[in-house]
């Protein structure tokens, strides 16, 4: 059984830093790409970014491209999401994201299997 924890949000100030960790449970997470996409309550879903099974150099959608970080640690079946220079229209739910398969694809916004989530507000 697939079961996705988020964890790490909270408040924090434009300009600041979060780390959201996503422990996984009934599965390898290095296994298979792992994606973080984002969405708020009546709107669509977007992706963030993923990271493919090989653990390379991870794919970032553009909103966070340069301010985000995709890593994982294997021996904590773990995989992270730093988030550096936040902007208020960054706040939302964040939820990691899989579908089993070993390549990112969308950011990983359309897989099935998706954790509870975590919110993230950024405001002043």
């Known amino acids: 059984q697939v079961n996705l924890v988020e964890s790490g949000g909270g408040l924090v100030q434009p300009g600041g830093s979060l780390r959201l960790s996503c422990t996984a449970s009934g599965f390898t997470l290095a296994w298979y790409a792992i994606g973080w996409a984002r969405q708020a309550p009546g709107k669509e879903r977007e992706g963030v970014g993923c990271?493919?099974?090989?653990?390379?150099?991870?794919d970032y959608a553009e909103s966070g491209m340069g301010r985000f970080t995709i890593s994982r640690d294997i021996d904590k079946n773990t995989v992270y999401l730093q988030m550096d220079m936040l902007k208020t229209e960054d706040t939302t739910g964040y939820y990691c994201?899989?579908?089993?398969?070993?390549?990112?694809?969308?950011?990983?916004?359309?897989?099935?299997?998706w954790g509870q989530g975590t919110q993230v507000t950024v405001s002043a």
């Open positions: 990271i493919g099974r090989s653990g390379g150099s991870p």
């Open positions: 994201t899989t579908d089993l398969g070993n390549y990112c694809s969308n950011y990983g916004k359309e897989y099935n299997e």
